[in-house]
């Protein structure tokens, strides 16, 4: 849903009450650390809302009126300002309460999302440790609530998925254990699926690896190639499976030739020739730890699809994927080119 | 991979008929799948009624194509995807036309007015069994036999419809589609399209 204003908008927003649809709104996002996530969505005007009414409810299935939540935001605005500039100060409770409308609304407000991460940071210096735990799940329920909902902005905001990485750092250091492996599927795959080429989403799966919050396995890269092979134009998750395979070929030397297998089986049946897949499979032909046999397979499997392929725009794919591999293939890796250039 | 609609229509008539259809819409969200599933049912008969008998077309629009086989008995098989090669989804109806056309006779179909009166479960098994790529790969691998240059190929709706004819004026003229159906189409279409570089 655009943040844009039609017309017809913003000359209501003067109309109803802005106070009861904050009230309406922010409820949904009273503290909640279990239970199923919401599938929010903002309905505009071509699903017009009866007077007095914000949110259409489903199940988990929830659908906010875009003109509600407009005129609840300025309400949370105007909070936020007062506490901000002083003239009102508010409580941690309410400040949670108003910013969460306001990320709701605007994704990237970066005011918001750091007076979340101010309340919850005074709080580890007077809550009990049970108390905080609590409420940094809480923050995380909101948080992947936001991420996988049918929301086109939110699912690949970068401050939201910044905030996530802070929260998760809070989490290890107070010993509070994180599941990265359902991070990924209930999380990370959705917010893929929901925003396609989705950069923060799969940046967020290499955060959790790096950190050592979720351990590169024969199982997570299942789960990966799968989710690749469904999404097969999706360059971002072909970019986190090249990673993963990078991750784990030391303790797995097979790996990356079962891999490099599947991925051709596909390709082949499917007679794919998108950009997305051909650069992940010319990269991992042309990467030191793919065997010479499964790069003379690419190369000679490119160039029979450039034959029988009849479109000038998958020749151009095919042609610049197979000179790629042939160019960085023969080169040597960069750590020694760096060592050569310094000891001519 | 995904496949949001398959039906098989009777496009020897216009408007064509719907015969047997199934949608798959849980990538859409709840309260506006309604409008997304009659949208589909429109699109389908629009691209059915203008592919001629043996004919194979696929058909982009926004981030979805329509897929058409054509048969020359006068009725014609429909699929709706994303992300989708067209081989398999080609491969998909042939199978299902294939299927249709041995169960039912077509003394019992050709006289069909009305959309969804001749009861075809078999629709519901290939809409769930087709999602998955595996299983594209597997039928696309049998029928290896389908030429792929013979799928006429089109970059947009526009370009199947009459001189003249906009997808815009057929959505507002359709009987398929409620006044909600053709007030959301509107606001759907300025959704943004980002991160298509590849």
């Known amino acids: ?17 802005p106070t009861a649809a904050y009230d309406a709104i922010s409820e949904l996002f009273a503290p909640n650390t279990d239970g199923d996530l919401l599938e929010l969505e903002i309905l505009g005007r071509s699903h017009p809302f009866p007077d007095g009414c914000y949110l259409l409810r489903d199940g988990c299935a929830v659908a906010v009126s875009k003109l509600g939540l407009v005129q609840a935001f300025l309400v949370c605005k105007k909070i936020l300002t007062a506490h901000l500039d002083g003239s009102k100060p508010r409580k941690g409770e309410e400040l949670l309460a108003a910013t969460a409308v306001m990320l709701l609304m605007d994704p990237e407000h970066l005011t918001a999302a750091n007076t979340r991460k101010r309340v919850l940071q005074e709080r580890m210096s007077s809550w009990s440790s049970p ?11 909101f948080l992947d609530n936001l991420l996988t909902s049918r929301l086109h902005r939110h699912t690949k905001s970068p401050t939201l998925w910044a905030h996530l990485q802070w929260l998760l750092r809070v989490f290890v250091s107070m010993g509070i254990p994180v599941d990265g492996l359902s ?31 979720l351990t590169p396995s024969e199982d997570l890269l299942g789960l990966v190639i799968k989710w690749c092979a469904g999404h097969h134009t999706d360059t971002s998750g072909w970019s986190f499976l090249y990673f993963l395979l990078d991750n784990t070929r030391s303790s797995s030397p097979f790996t990356v030739h079962r891999t490099f297998e599947e991925v051709v089986t596909l390709v082949q049946s499917l007679r794919l020739t998108n950009e997305s897949v051909w650069v992940f499979l010319r990269t991992l032909a042309a990467s030191p730890f793919t065997g010479d046999a499964d790069t003379s397979q690419f190369l000679s499997i490119a160039r029979s699809f450039i034959e029988i392929s009849s479109f000038s725009s998958d020749h151009d794919v095919l042609r610049s994927a197979l000179e790629w591999c042939e160019t960085y293939r023969a080169m040597p890796p960069l750590a020694d080119a760096v060592v050569t250039q310094r000891n001519p | 991979m995904k496949v949001y609609y398959i039906g098989v229509l009777d496009n020897s008539k216009q408007p064509a008929v719907v015969l047997a259809g199934e949608h798959e819409l849980s990538d859409f969200s709840r309260f506006t799948r309604n409008e997304y ?8 008969k629009t691209v059915a009624e203008r592919t001629r008998p043996g004919q194979r077309q696929s058909v982009q629009e926004q981030d979805y194509v329509v897929h ?15 992300d989708y090669p067209n081989i398999a989804a080609h491969s998909v109806l042939s199978k299902l036309m294939d299927e249709f056309l041995a169960e039912k006779p077509l003394a019992s179909i050709q006289g069909k007015t009305k959309d969804n009166e001749v009861p075809f479960p078999k629709l519901k098994e290939y809409i769930v069994k087709y999602q998955d790529s595996n299983e594209a790969s597997s039928i696309a691998k049998i029928q290896q036999e389908l030429d792929e240059t013979k799928i006429v190929l089109h970059k947009a709706i526009d370009s199947v ?14 009987g398929d589609l409620s006044a909600q159906s053709k007030a959301f189409y509107k606001t759907a279409k300025k959704q943004n399209s980002c991160c298509v570089v590849m």
């Not at chain 1, 991070?183 to 989403?201: M, S, T």
């Not at chain 2, 599933?37 to 389908?44: K, P, Q, S, W």
Request: proline content about 1%; hydrophobic content about 40%.
């Open chain 1, 1 to 17: 849903m655009s943040r844009a204003l039609e017309g017809e908008l913003a000359a209501s927003l003067k109309s109803g009450d």
């Open chain 1, 131 to 141: 108390a905080l735990e609590t409420t940094f799940k809480a923050e995380k329920h």
């Open chain 1, 183 to 213: 991070d990924i599927r209930k999380v990370v795959f959705v917010a893929g699926e929901r925003h396609p080429r989705n950069y923060y989403a799969w940046n967020h799966a290499r955060f959790l690896i790096k950190t050592g919050l």
């Open chain 2, 37 to 44: 599933a009659n949208f589909m049912t429109m699109i389908g």
């Open chain 2, 68 to 82: 058409c086989y054509a048969r020359s008995e006068g009725v014609a098989g429909v699929i709706i995807t994303k």
């Open chain 2, 161 to 174: 419809l009459q001189r003249g004819e906009k997808l815009d004026d057929l959505v507002a003229k359709s």
